[in-house]
């Protein structure tokens, strides 16, 4: 099974997905995690950044007081309150991530199960006037300042 292993907090290593991605009116993404809790700082899982925006999409989490890894989705700029997914029990959590533009709707699953979700309508719903940008820059492990770069360890997963 593939794995990528980000064994220390640095602004050098990460993934970049070599792909020409299509305007995207929803998405999900997903994968299987194992969280390290040596440190509570925030960290990214993922970011896309297209030329016009660079927190066009985007995952965030960290690892609270009492154990729980919270993660936080951004779209557009805006962003979810960081709500608790799963234990940072240092077992493998399968996660999903989805986001649609009508009403804004968004959630994050884990192990199966539904932990998050809103929609548009109500104050943590992610509501958009229009799809995610297409031809963008999607990097596993860190944060974009600029389109494909400018990372800060402190913000790398």
Not at 5 to 15: A, C, L, N
Not at 25 to 37: E, G, K, S
Not at 57 to 77: K, N
Request: overall charge negative.
């Amino acid at each position: 099974m593939p794995v990528l292993v980000f064994g220390d907090k640095t602004d050098t290593k990460y993934v970049k997905v070599l792909s020409d991605f299509p305007v995207l009116p929803a998405v999900t993404a997903c994968a299987h995690l194992q969280w390290d809790t040596r440190t509570q700082e925030i960290a990214t899982v993922f970011s896309y950044a297209v030329p016009a925006f660079i927190n066009e999409f985007q995952l965030r989490g960290f690892v609270d007081e009492e154990g729980f890894v919270r993660f936080a989705l951004i779209v557009h700029g805006h962003h979810s309150p960081y709500l608790p997914v799963f234990r940072a029990d240092g077992q493998w959590h399968h996660f999903c991530v989805t986001w649609q533009q009508e009403n804004g709707t968004w959630a994050i699953y884990a192990d199966g199960k539904r932990r998050a979700s809103a929609s548009g309508l109500c104050t943590v719903g992610l509501a958009a006037p229009q799809a995610i940008y297409g031809q963008g820059t999607f990097i596993i492990g860190q944060d974009q300042d600029s389109l494909g770069g400018t990372f800060k360890a402190k913000e790398s997963f």
